[in-house]
């Protein structure tokens, strides 16, 4: 009877052993057709700008390019908007409590703190993933940062409820690299 009880025990614990693999797999699976899910939301960035490269798109867009941790990140100190202006090699540079369609939405709604104006040029050859130089003076501080392309991104920021796509990048500044996304609203 001690017998029986003990290889019933075991059989029970073999079971539950292959029952969590079982589970676990059946999670891995699922893990990997989301993230097979999220390339295409990439590619579909990737079509919207196959005509420009990533130096072309950032620097002719007419629109607020959004740095942040994330594409839904939750900041209490506000948003990193950048607006480019190509013709004098110059990046405003705000701070918004959220994303905005557009440039006037964003001024209409009077939430354009304006941090300071940087000169910028490409330290790179790059188009696709160009290292952007910032130097100039922020809210009367000089300063001076770095910003790699590394590749696209593109999803929905649910607080505007707006498709946005951009870019991956790293942003150095003061010699302390950190990940974040750079994004602008689609059209």
Known sequence: M?????????????????????????????????????????????NQVQNK????????NDNLWYMNGSINYKSKS?????????????????????????????????????QGTLKYTFKNDSADKPVIYMKGKLSDIPMHQTVSVKNTVAGKNHQSKLKVSGYKV?????NDPAPQVWVTPHN
């Open 78 to 114: 506000g948003i990193d908007a950048y607006k480019f202006n190509s013709k004098n090699h110059t990046v405003t540079i705000y701070s918004v409590n959220k994303i905005y369609k557009t440039y006037s939405e964003a001024k209409k709604a009077n939430d354009l703190d304006k």
């Open 53 to 60: 490269s990533a130096k072309e798109v950032l620097t002719s």
């Open 2 to 46: 001690i017998m029986n009880m003990k290889k019933r025990r075991s059989l029970a614990a073999i079971l539950a052993v292959v029952a969590s693999f079982a589970l676990i797999l059946a999670g891995c699976s699922s893990s990997s057709n989301k993230s097979s899910n999220n390339d295409s939301s990439k590619a579909s960035m990737q």
């Open 170 to 174: 790293v942003r150095n500044l003061d």
